[in-house]
């Protein structure tokens, strides 16, 4: 078994992707999306420098409910830059609940 068949296995139930390097370019590793389609893409940034960051991401994510000032929509990707701090917990018997400072 190749170290990409172990990285799969332990990912392909994940729900949420947390990304690494700031979601630059450098950092992004398509190949990860053959072993999970999460529902949420999380990416702490400051500003935005490539508008790749958020393109990438977003066609690989299902996407969930945001509702922001009582407008809901689908939202596939949340950055720190655009929605402050994102606080993510979790309860073996309620799930995962995901919200943020904006």
Not at 19 to 29: D, I, L, M, T
Not at 31 to 45: K, L, Q, R
Not at 67 to 77: A, D, F
Request: glycine letters at 8%; proline letters at 2%; hydrophobic letters at 30%.
């Amino acid at each position: 078994m190749n170290k990409a068949t172990l990285a799969g296995d332990r990912i392909e139930d994940g729900d949420l992707l947390l990304v690494r390097q700031h979601g630059r370019e450098s950092g992004y590793a398509e190949e990860v999306f053959s072993f999970c389609t999460p529902e949420i893409v999380i990416i702490s940034d400051e500003s935005k420098q490539y508008e790749t960051r958020e393109t990438n991401y977003a066609k690989y994510a299902k996407g969930i409910p945001w509702n922001r000032e009582g407008v809901t929509s689908i939202r596939k990707v949340l950055t720190t830059r655009k929605d402050g701090m994102i606080i993510i917990t979790a309860e073996m018997e309620k799930g995962c609940c995901i919200q943020s400072a904006k």
